[in-house]
Structure formats: structure tokens, C-alpha cells
């Protein structure tokens, strides 16, 4: 029973697939800690033994992630939002910050389509 960062751990993937649960770890830097770890990262998760687990836990403490990480992540957005630059005036009107066009995508992020009152179809 693996668990890191208040994480569980999916029990029957490779190791360096299952640490990409944990928010911030994607597989590059699953493997990384794994090596740094001196631990395989193929092996199973639950394969592995409390002092393989302890490893893993000392190298993930070194990187920002999970609680953390979403705070820092969060604060930036905020910070955009105050400051009004252009990425914080898209956050705050729930437009894709990005680039992204709008005008027939976009649908994720701008919601469900709003209804006009009392707009009817041209008749002839």
C-alpha cells in the first residue's frame, strides 16, 4: 500500500506510471526519481518495500508538488488577475487563456450555449 504525498498510489502499474498521480509528477520526472532513488521503475508499486518507499518519498520532498504546487499555481493566476494583464482578463471572462479561437470551439471552457430572449429566425 503505497502512499506518497497523501496519494494513493495505483497498486498493479510500473512505478514511474503510477507516481504521475501525484500532481507536478509526470512520467519524466517519475523516472528520475526513481533513478535518483536508486529504485526500478518498472517494477510494480506493489512490489515495492517500505525502504524502496521511503527512498521514493525523500526524492519527491526535493520537488514542488501535489498541495503546494496547486497553491503556487493558483496564487499566479490571481496575481494575473489583479494586475489585469491580458491572460488575467480571459481567466476572469472564463475565456481560453491561450491563444485558442472562440468563435466555434472553446465550448470547455466558455460553457454551455446561452439562450437570446425573443431572437426568431428570419421568416419569408
Known sequence: MARIKNIELPKEKALFIGLTAIYGVGQSLAKRICL????????????????QENKIRTEIDKYTVEGDLRRE???????????????GIRHKKGLPVR?????????TRKGKGKVIANKKKATK
Request: cysteine-free; proline content about 2%.
Open 73 to 87: 499555481v493558483q496564487m499566479n493566476i490571481k496575481n494575473k488577475m489583479e494586475i489585469n494583464s491580458y491572460q
Open 36 to 51: 535518483d532513488a536508486g529504485v526500478d521503475p518498472d517494477m510494480k508499486v506493489k512490489d515495492l518495500t517500505n525502504e
Open 99 to 107: 491563444g485558442q479561437r472562440t468563435n466555434r470551439n472553446a465550448h
